[in-house]
């Protein structure tokens, strides 16, 4: 089992930074990826990017955070991190961290969620 517990979160005005972080406990020895997921009040769960954990070059971003945002980790750590640059309200929602394991190919670990608020 793995546990992740996000922090960072907070209330940004437009074209702002945060950095949120997501520590990761228990069998982290199984990840296999992880990733930034967000959802907005009445809208569906967004993939907002993701990461291999063990080849952390291996990358990919939606296309609406391309350019502004970068997903890294620090594995000695366990720790996944999203920097967030020129904030926009459209932003605004509550991010998650997940976890893909070696016996899964959907991302069955998450995280209690963090919320971002992007004030204009």
């Known amino acids: 089992q793995v546990q992740l517990v996000e922090s960072g979160g907070g209330l940004v005005q437009a074209g702002g930074s945060l950095r949120l972080s997501c520590a990761a406990s228990g069998r982290t020895f199984v990840i296999t990826a992880m990733g930034w997921f967000r959802q907005a009040p009445g809208k569906e769960r967004e993939r907002v990017a993701t990461?291999?954990?063990?080849?952390?070059?291996?990358?990919n971003y939606a296309d609406s955070v391309k350019g502004r945002f970068t997903i890294s980790r620090n594995n000695a750590k366990n720790t996944l991190y999203l920097q967030m640059n020129d904030l926009k309200p459209e932003d605004t929602a509550v991010y998650y961290c997940a976890a893909r394991q070696r016996d899964r190919d959907d991302f069955s670990s998450w995280g209690q969620g963090t919320q971002v608020t992007v004030s204009s």
């Open positions: 990461i291999r954990y063990t080849i952390p070059t291996i990358t």
